[in-house]
């Protein structure tokens, strides 16, 4: 395989995971332990912010190379 060809593959791996990440992280968000400590402390559970995290950063992660490649 050429090199472009791997990296729009990576990419659109890259980019399939984030929103993957992005849904779980939102579904994660709707339960009743993540609304319960969100009532308590005000902001999201650490469990919710890092799948949101991580699903953007592969998402720009994988736009970039799909974008390069």
């Known amino acids: ?3 472009n060809t791997v990296l729009k ?3 659109l791996a890259l980019i399939v995971i984030g929103v993957g ?5 939102y579904q994660l ?3 009743l332990g993540s609304q319960m400590t969100e009532a308590v ?8 912010m890092f799948r ?3 699903g ?4 720009v ?4 190379l799909v974008a390069k490649g």
Do not use: D
């Open 1 to 3: 395989m050429p090199t």
């Open 21 to 25: 990440l992005i849904f779980w992280g």
């Open 52 to 54: 949101y995290i991580g």
């Open 9 to 11: 593959v990576v990419g």
């Open 61 to 64: 992660v994988g736009v970039f």
């Open 29 to 31: 968000s709707g339960s």
């Open 56 to 59: 953007a950063v592969c998402g």
């Open 41 to 48: 402390s005000g902001s999201m559970p650490e469990a919710v």
